[in-house]
């Protein structure tokens, strides 16, 4: 169950009553990293509900146990919910962090127990800024780094940014918009993965793309950037070099388990080289 911090709450006390111990409520909230540091309005998980989807008094939503596999993108995506304000409905600091079996608060919805995610409402994608010509559209064939430059500086952002994006999806695919991995779940250029991927694939097919065309997925990949994923754009438009452009990509966009310094390195030489 989710409880709320109120003004005088220890992490003790409530761990007393509801009949669990500190160790254990912290485990279930990442978040809280000392137990002394506590705030009114955090939210917490109450260890030991087995409830999978249920009711949540008082927040006009619901609460959702995460399943193997899950981010908070594709919950969000699930429920037509941004991300950030799921992560703000249950006080976490980071978005990426969450465990399989985490109960969360989805916001603002009284749905019944979800099922595949649903067919997007398609939304008109910015208007370029300038061409995009150029870009590889036929089926399965793949791109490169100087076509997402070029695409992706069409749509406003720097050649730094948009090298950034280009040296996440070299260590994603290699630009190859055929490309599956984690054991047949994740998909395309960005590998989404599970539902965002089949949110991927209805959005491309529903914007006249394959959904296997290189144009089509860094569309979509746009249209992700101006919606679900707006804070990630957020992240890359407040950077000024290419190295740390891929850095903020893939830390806020990708969320892969590993940060590795190589994208932001690739990023950086392709913006020397484009």
Known sequence: MAYQIRSGDTLSGIASRYHTSVGALMRANPQIHNANL???GQRLDIPGSSDSFQPAPGTGGNRYTVRSGDTLSAIGARFGVPYMDIARANGL???????????????GRNAPTPGPAPTPTPTPTPTPTGPVSGIENRPGVKGNAA????????????????????????YES???????????????????????????KQWTAAHGYATNSFKGQLEYLWHE???GESYALGKLRATTSAYDAGMAFCRYFERPAYINPARGQAAQNFYATN
């Not at 055929?178 to 949110?199: E, I, K, L, M, P």
Request: charged residues 5%; without cysteine.
């Open 38 to 40: 506590i705030y009114a």
């Open 225 to 227: 950037l101006n919606n």
């Open 174 to 200: 290699g630009f190859n918009p055929n490309a599956v991995g984690d054991g047949g779940t994740s998909f395309g250029v960005a590998q989404w993965h599970n539902g965002r991927g089949t949110a991927m």
């Open 93 to 107: 600091s980071n978005p990426n962090l969450i465990r399989v079996g985490q109960q969360l608060v989805i916001p």
């Open 147 to 170: 076509q997402t430059i070029a695409f992706f500086m069409s749509k406003g952002l720097t050649k730094a940014q948009a090298a950034g994006i280009a040296g996440n999806l070299l």
